[in-house]
């Protein structure tokens, strides 16, 4: 099982968009690297969804100029010891767990070589006990990668 440690004060950075914009998803990009290859990850920014950006009660659509110009900044900050590693959103009402839009999101993001990512993580939150909590999940793809079918599996998240 994939492990991915998340300092405290990003979660709570995004419990507060999450609240923000709810009854809207909030949402952006994970930055941050892999100690073992996809198998344990650390998170060391977020990028909110940007200026640009359109949230709905079902989805949400980013800023994505917004978040490249970030994840470019981060990227020459650290030195390129930070990058991305996927998306994190709320499910304001509707559980932590993967929509179809999700799947189909972290499809396209493993299959997508300018990504790099091809086993992008994916955190939601959800507010179902009266404040928000947060789980995560991995994209891989299996034996049947021929024809882009790809398994989510949810990962340990250590919030730290």
Request: hydrophobic share 45%.
């Amino acid at each position: 099982m994939t492990r991915v440690w998340l300092p405290v004060h990003l979660l709570a950075e995004m419990a507060v968009a999450a609240d923000e914009w709810a009854p809207l998803e909030a949402g952006g990009v994970l930055a941050g690297y892999w100690s073992t290859k996809y198998s344990e990850a650390v998170v060391t920014h977020l990028i909110d969804a940007g200026p640009g950006a359109e949230h709905r009660t079902n989805g949400m659509t980013p800023d994505a100029d917004f978040q490249e110009s970030e994840l470019d900044r981060i990227f020459a900050e650290t030195t390129g010891d930070s990058r991305y590693l996927g998306d994190w959103h709320s499910h304001p009402g509707m559980g932590a767990v993967p929509s179809p839009t999700d799947r189909r999101t972290l499809r396209r993001i493993a299959l997508d070589p300018d990504a790099l990512a091809p086993r992008p993580l994916m955190l939601i939150l959800d507010d179902a006990a009266d404040e928000w909590g947060v789980i995560g999940w991995q994209a891989r793809f299996g034996w049947l990668r021929r024809f882009g079918i790809i398994h989510v599996d949810a990962i340990e998240l250590i919030v730290g």
